[in-house]
């Protein structure tokens, strides 16, 4: 099993910062990849960026530029630093783990951007 716990979410004005993290604890050996997603009210879960373990980190293309994950793996945690922030990128975002086969997601955290 693995837990995930984003923390970081809140209020911003258009064009400022958030950092979030995501803290995860238990078994986690052999975890293939790392993802931020968010979703808005209407609209499916959506790809934010990945973390594949050993390999390049991908983005979408709607934060490109301005979004940067990463990952500290002596705390076991992932971040996502987002910066320039739209009204657009408001929505829940929500950390995601994949490890043997199973999907793990986190409780996710609310990011509202107001213009």
């Known amino acids: 099993q693995v837990q995930l716990v984003e923390s970081g979410g809140g209020l911003v004005q258009t064009g400022g910062s958030l950092r979030l993290s995501c803290a995860a604890s238990g078994t986690l050996f052999s975890i293939n990849s790392m993802a931020w997603y968010r979703q808005t009210p209407g609209k499916e879960r959506e790809l934010v960026a990945e973390l594949p373990a050993g390999g390049r980190t991908n983005y979408a293309d709607s934060v490109l530029g301005r979004f940067t994950a990463s990952r500290d793996n002596s705390k076991n945690t992932v971040y996502l630093q987002m910066n320039s922030l739209k009204p657009e990128d408001t929505g829940v975002y929500y950390c995601?783990?994949?490890?043997?086969?199973?999907?793990?997601w986190g409780q996710g955290t609310q990011v509202t951007v107001s213009s």
């Open positions: 995601r783990a994949t490890r043997m086969g199973r999907i793990y």
